[in-house]
């Protein structure tokens, strides 16, 4: 899994992942709070909002 290449959707992230959409959301969470990840919105497209 690439996350090199800048924010991706959350659909993005969980299918290599191997996770759920609802799972990916409780992991970014707690990465969030970790401080290993932010949610930035994309003005372009809603949905992409995570940045690893």
Sequence with gaps: MNLTRGPM???ELAEP???THGAL???VD???RAG???RVRD???RMRATRL
Aim: glycine share 12%.
């Design 9 to 11: 959707a959350s659909g």
């Design 30 to 32: 707690r990465l969030e």
């Design 17 to 19: 992942a191997g996770l």
């Design 25 to 27: 959301t409780v992991a």
């Design 43 to 45: 003005p372009a497209e």
């Design 36 to 38: 290993f990840a932010e």
